[in-house]
């Protein structure tokens, strides 16, 4: 549905997430500090040396980043072109 690159990626997940959903980013609920630590998240995406991804739902969508702190947003119930569906646990 949407990627990007922000200089922080939870701006991008909350700026696309919005986008998607036609709203302000500031009516999103739950807001996105309640569902991952953002700190954290941005930390492991700064010290990132090797090949990195984070995925997690979000509003019914599943967020991936990778270590270039690139964001991408598609549907929760994605299946990515190996058949393999976007709910399974990849150790997120």
Known sequence: MGTGVSSKPSHSIVTQIAEIED???TDLEPPLHAVVDLDALERLIDSSRAALS???PYR???VRIDGS???EITAANHTDPSG???EESHGD
């Open 23 to 25: 709203v302000d980013p």
């Open 54 to 56: 984070i995925s997690f």
């Open 84 to 86: 393999e569906s976007s």
């Open 69 to 71: 702190g690139a964001v």
């Open 60 to 62: 019914g969508h599943r």
